[in-house]
Nanobody
Framework: QVQLVESGGGLVQAGGSLRLSCAASGRTFSNARMGWFRQAPGKEREFVAAISSSGDNTAYSGSAQGRFTISRDNAENTLYLQMNSLAPEDTAIYYC???????????????WGQGTQVTVSS
């Protein structure tokens, strides 16, 4: 169905910033709510941020609020996550996915991409 390819992760020091990108294939990107999710070692995958199809509305987890900014470029079928003031607890593999209609935090597709690793050192 849909292919999602994450990129932009890396190793940064606490307090640093990273900008993640998610390139989406398919013709329905502009019609879908999109979101970022992450999974740290030994923990469940969790919601980070979401954005409406038009980009007019956003939602964030408590930990992301005030530090992360989600955005999208529908013309390029690309989703972004600007992460500032990174802390060691942000270390995780970050994934993008569509967000289920009628929700702001539930992933739509069962199949996940490879994700992109974010490691924050203290």
């Amino acid at each position: 169905q849909v292919q999602l390819v994450e990129s932009g992760g890396g190793l940064v020091q606490a307090g640093g910033s990273l900008r993640l990108s998610c390139a989406a294939s398919g013709r329905t990107f502009s019609n879908a709510r999109m979101g970022w999710f992450r999974q740290a070692p030994g923990k469940e995958r969790e919601f980070v941020a979401a954005i409406s199809s038009s980009g007019d509305n956003t939602a964030y987890s408590g930990s992301a609020q005030g530090r992360f900014t989600i955005s999208r470029d529908n013309a390029e079928n690309t989703l972004y996550l600007q992460m500032n003031s990174l802390a060691p607890e942000d270390t995780a593999i970050y994934y993008c996915n569509a967000v289920a209609r009628g929700t702001w935090s539930v992933a739509r597709y069962e199949n996940w991409g490879q994700g992109t690793q974010v490691t924050v050192s203290s």
